[in-house]
């Protein structure tokens, strides 16, 4: 499944295919993938290492040839089999994933890097409006290596905002930091994109930065683009077994196993199954432990089975008592075996 495409949309990917020459023939990375963004939209490419996101965005911003398909950028050709511009000339900005700033240059250069060819008084005022909106006023004159990860972030992102690009790319933007700077920065970093209404496609292999950020998500697996949705659907609705086991925390359990037809398997999340006195669904408390702000606990059905499960206050918690359970079906998700 790819993401439909649109005359309407800033940036479109149509049935691109991209690979790297190899012994015997081409080693395709990215194979008939099609996206599309509107302005102003963030999109995120998700999936694990080696899946060809990173490669999408350097095809996009011109720094890997296409095998097949077409990129078009506000309506026009930047990239086919025959032709290609050069990535100077595509209006593209990237976000490194090591941010690549110049060491031997202070924040308001680095900003300043990619605006040569401005007068002198208006490279000065738009560095000086960058870096207002990343809020780093008071470094101007600092070097790199003075900065948090955090701040560094904000250099890289304020240059790549800095020339005005019609499309953003970028590339792991949270890799680099710990994880309690990822989760302070994700929001701030989608609140700063859309109060410049920048066009954004990013990749991850992070659920959580990807929801945190991202309008539109695409699940990618072997170079493909698997479902192209926003973070609750991708959630509740997951298209394939693939998204449904990539997504959240789940296990795909025989219907038979919660007393349904044995012609399905069932999605089981944590909140699916619920702790009740009455329930007629009888697991084993494997593990409990608290996770904040309640405890989680895993079980083994009685069809052997083992999954997942939010534990009530007053819920047994000690490993190897039988839990009564009731399943949630409202909204359950079910696959055909």
């Not at 202070?106 to 401005?118: E, K, P, Q, S, T």
């Not at 000065?124 to 955090?150: K, T």
Request: proline share 7%; with cysteine.
């Amino acid at each position: 499944m790819n993401a439909p495409t649109n005359i309407e949309s800033l940036l479109q990917l149509e049935r691109i295919r991209v690979g790297y020459p190899a012994s015997g023939g081409l080693h395709v990375v990215v194979d008939d993938l099609s996206l599309a963004l509107r302005a102003g939209e963030i999109g995120c490419l998700l999936g694990a290492s080696g899946c060809g996101k990173t490669t999408v965005l350097r095809a996009i911003a011109g720094f890997e040839p296409l095998r097949a398909g077409r990129i078009a950028l506000l309506g026009d050709a930047v990239a086919t089999v025959a032709t290609a511009l050069p990535p100077e000339r595509r209006r593209v900005g990237m976000m490194f994933q090591d941010y690549a700033l110049f060491p031997h240059l202070d924040v308001a250069a680095n900003i300043g890097f990619g605006l040569h060819r401005m007068p002198r008084a208006g490279r000065r005022a738009r560095v000086e409006a960058m870096l207002d909106l990343v809020g780093l006023r008071d470094c101007a004159d600092v070097y790199p290596h003075e900065l948090s990860g955090g701040q560094q972030q904000r250099v890289a992102l304020a240059r790549a905002l800095a020339p005005e690009p019609a499309l953003l790319l970028l590339d792991e933007p949270f890799s680099n930091l710990d994880i309690d700077t990822r989760q302070r920065l994700a929001g701030e970093l989608r609140a700063l994109l859309k109060a410049t209404g920048t066009t954004v496609l990013l990749v991850t292999h992070d659920q959580a930065e990807a929801f945190a950020i991202a309008d539109r998500i695409g699940v990618m697996e072997c170079g493909r683009i698997v479902q192209w949705d926003d973070a609750e659907a991708l959630y509740r609705r997951p298209a394939d077994r693939f998204v449904a086991d990539f997504i959240g925390r789940g296990t795909l359990v025989p219907g038979a196993a919660l007393g349904l037809a044995d012609d399905v398997e069932v999605l089981l999340r944590p909140e699916c199954l619920r702790h009740d006195p009455g329930g007629p669904i009888r697991a084993t408390l494997v593990e409990a432990g608290f996770r904040g702000p309640g405890y989680v606990g895993s079980v083994r059905l009685a069809t052997g089975e083992l999954v997942e499960i939010d534990l009530p206050e007053g819920a047994p918690r000690q490993p190897g008592e039988v839990l009564p359970l009731r399943l949630v079906e409202q909204g359950l998700v079910t696959f055909p075996r």
